[in-house]
């Protein structure tokens, strides 16, 4: 099947910066959107942003001018860039696809990451 391997998590102090990765191997035909959640403890999990295969990006909105999506659709990997992060951007960090594993069945599954825990102390 497919597999979604997040990296890049960790400890940093307000005000810095961490660059995330999510890698998709297997049965992969094509992948459409690339996508980054997060999940706080307690909270529900939200969308960061997702990116298509053509670039286009979306954002949410208490995140836009902090984080940017970016994607190598030759590597079928998506990063975030993730700037001036706050106490409250803790939380783990998921990567989600939508994935057309065979060629002539255009239809899209969903697969999930495991998560990579970012920490920002203050």
């Known amino acids: 099947q497919v597999q979604l391997v997040e990296s890049g998590g960790g400890l940093v102090q307000a005000g810095g910066s961490l660059r995330l990765s999510c890698a998709a191997s297997?049965?992969?035909?094509?992948?459409?959107?690339m996508a980054w959640y997060r999940q706080a403890p307690g909270k529900p999990r939200e969308l960061v942003a997702s990116i298509t295969d053509d670039g286009s990006t979306n954002y949410a909105n208490s995140l836009k001018g902090r984080f940017t999506a970016s994607r190598d659709n030759a590597k079928n990997t998506v990063y975030l860039q993730m700037n001036s992060l706050k106490p409250e951007d803790t939380a783990v960090y998921l990567c989600?696809?939508?994935?057309?594993?065979?060629?002539?069945?255009?239809?899209?599954?969903?697969?999930w990451g495991l998560g990579t825990q970012v920490t920002v102390s203050s």
């Open positions: 297997g049965s992969i035909f094509s992948i459409n959107t």
């Open positions: 989600n696809a939508l994935v057309q594993i065979r060629p002539r069945e255009p239809i899209t599954y969903v697969y």
